[in-house]
């Protein structure tokens, strides 16, 4: 038998289908009910609340991504099928929240109930979660494993790169396709707080998110897109409606950089005034006072601008001295010395040589 495709295509293409099946079986769009009082219905912006704790709660305790996705999900398909109130909904999205856990996690990265208690200050207690766990398996018929939005970011984004492969590299700028699906996967997760997405499917949002990045880097991402959506069998008229949903969510989103990434800072080059003085740092080197100062006066010059220009300071010298470390470009000796604010010969270091100060012993008052 000789096939047409590669191997890797038609993989990607068989994954392609199961996922589309087992979407077309599960989904259901959740439709959020205007709630005709704030005590007895969950409203979509309570909603919206509860999924952005549940992503705190997870960057927290440093999940897979796949995670928080299938806990999205878990809580949208029992909310579409009951009605609860608001004082339940952290209980009910901290449940599904722990069986997402328990189906995507290893187990030596499944954290204890009471270790999720107390890290997610959910207010419930762990037999008040497992109770609420069983009514959740009940209301879904105890079949969690439904295919979510990351899954088919996935599947899509690899069938990009095996199409395009040598001009999204050069597109990327230095990002590797690692890289560059972790910014992907923060845009959906940000995506997927917002209600007004709630009618769409997993896939054609996953397709609408990718397609906008396509339109950016690839001059022939429209042929591309054609392909997708004849696999998907999806009108191109629901995609343009998801692409103007996905743009309108994302224009208030900043992407967060991927792991690893080195901070350039640039430090002040100015010398601080006069005026200046009293908005540095409490170990910053000062000249001797020609006058004593009113405590009165003092106070009012520590304003918000002055608290925020001293955490200024010391960002830049931390991140600095970091950067320095990175780089090798002091030894420990040196970074030693550089501390203390002493040479090897004993004598003092001279002023401006070094962005760690030296330190003063403590004032007798």
Same mark, same amino acid.
């Given at each position: 038998?000789?096939?047409?495709?590669?191997?890797?295509?038609?993989?990607?293409?068989?994954?392609?289908?199961? $996922?589309?099946?087992?979407? $077309?079986?599960?989904?259901?769009?959740?439709?959020?009910? &205007? +709630?005709?009082?704030?005590?007895?219905?969950?409203? +979509?912006? &309570?909603?919206?609340? $509860?999924?952005?704790?549940?992503?705190?709660?997870?960057?927290?305790?440093?999940?897979?991504?796949?995670?928080?996705?299938?806990?999205?999900?878990?809580?949208?398909?029992?909310?579409?099928?009951?009605?609860?109130?608001? &004082?339940?909904?952290?209980?009910? !999205?901290?449940?599904?929240?722990?069986?997402?856990?328990?189906? =995507?996690?290893?187990?030596?990265?499944?954290?204890?109930?009471?270790?999720?208690?107390?890290?997610?200050?959910?207010?419930?207690?762990?037999?008040?979660?497992?109770?609420?766990?069983?009514?959740?398996?009940?209301?879904?018929?105890?079949?969690?494993?439904?295919?979510?939005?990351?899954?088919?970011?996935?599947?899509?984004?690899?069938?990009?790169?095996?199409? &395009?492969?040598?001009?999204?590299?050069?597109?990327?700028?230095?990002?590797?396709?690692?890289?560059?699906?972790?910014?992907?996967?923060?845009?959906?997760?940000?995506?997927?707080?917002?209600? !007004?997405?709630?009618?769409?499917?997993?896939?054609?949002?996953?397709?609408?998110?990718?397609?906008?990045?396509?339109?950016?880097?690839? +001059?022939?991402?429209?042929?591309?897109? @054609?392909?997708?959506?004849?696999?998907?069998?999806?009108?191109?008229?629901?995609?343009?409606?998801?692409?103007?949903?996905?743009?309108?969510?994302? /224009?208030?989103?900043?992407?967060?950089? +991927?792991?690893?990434? @080195?901070?350039?800072?640039?430090?002040?080059?100015?010398?601080?005034?006069?005026?200046?003085?009293?908005?540095?740092?409490?170990?910053?080197?000062?000249?001797?006072?020609?006058?004593?100062?009113?405590?009165?006066?003092?106070?009012?010059?520590?304003?918000? /601008? =002055? %608290?925020?220009?001293? @955490?200024?300071?010391?960002? @830049?010298?931390?991140?600095?001295?970091?950067?320095?470390?990175?780089?090798?470009?002091?030894?420990?000796?040196?970074? $030693?010395?550089?501390?203390?604010?002493?040479?090897?010969?004993?004598?003092?270091?001279?002023?401006?040589?070094?962005?760690?100060?030296?330190?003063?012993? %403590?004032?007798?008052?």
């Amino acid at each position: 038998m000789k096939f047409t495709q590669p191997l890797e295509s038609r993989k990607l293409s068989s994954l392609l289908e199961k $996922a589309v099946s087992r979407e $077309a079986k599960l989904w259901k769009g959740y439709v959020p009910k &205007k +709630p005709t009082n704030q005590d007895t219905d969950i409203s +979509p912006e &309570k909603r919206d609340e $509860a999924v952005r704790w549940l992503r705190d709660v997870h960057s927290q305790l440093k999940l897979y991504p796949e995670t928080l996705c299938l806990a999205i999900g878990i809580l949208d398909r029992f909310l579409s099928a009951i009605k609860a109130r608001p &004082k339940y909904l952290r209980c009910i !999205a901290i449940s599904c929240f722990f069986l997402a856990v328990k189906t =995507s996690e290893e187990d030596e990265r499944i954290p204890s109930l009471r270790e999720l208690v107390s890290s997610s200050k959910c207010g419930c207690s762990p037999s008040e979660i497992l109770r609420m766990e069983r009514i959740v398996l009940d209301k879904l018929n105890w079949d969690l494993h439904s295919t979510t939005a990351l899954d088919f970011l996935y599947i899509f984004h690899a069938m990009v790169l095996s199409c &395009k492969s040598g001009r999204l590299n050069v597109a990327l700028s230095g990002l590797n396709p690692s890289q560059h699906v972790a910014l992907l996967t923060q845009q959906l997760f940000h995506c997927l707080t917002h209600n !007004a997405l709630l009618q769409v499917r997993g896939s054609l949002l996953s397709l609408g998110l990718i397609t906008l990045e396509l339109e950016k880097l690839c +001059p022939d991402w429209l042929a591309l897109t @054609v392909d997708l959506l004849h696999k998907l069998q999806i009108d191109s008229s629901q995609l343009i409606g998801c692409r103007e949903l996905v743009a309108r969510c994302l /224009s208030t989103h900043t992407a967060s950089l +991927p792991p690893n990434t @080195v901070y350039i800072c640039h430090p002040l080059l100015n010398a601080p005034g006069p005026r200046d003085r009293g908005l540095l740092p409490a170990w910053h080197v000062s000249p001797a006072p020609t006058a004593p100062s009113d405590p009165n006066t003092t106070h009012n010059r520590s304003s918000k /601008s =002055s %608290a925020k220009r001293k @955490v200024e300071h010391m960002e @830049v010298d931390e991140y600095f001295d970091g950067i320095k470390r990175l780089y090798n470009e002091e030894s420990p000796q040196e970074g $030693a010395l550089m501390c203390t604010g002493q040479t090897a010969g004993g004598g003092k270091q001279n002023a401006g040589s070094s962005p760690c100060p030296p330190l003063q012993p %403590a004032r007798e008052t």
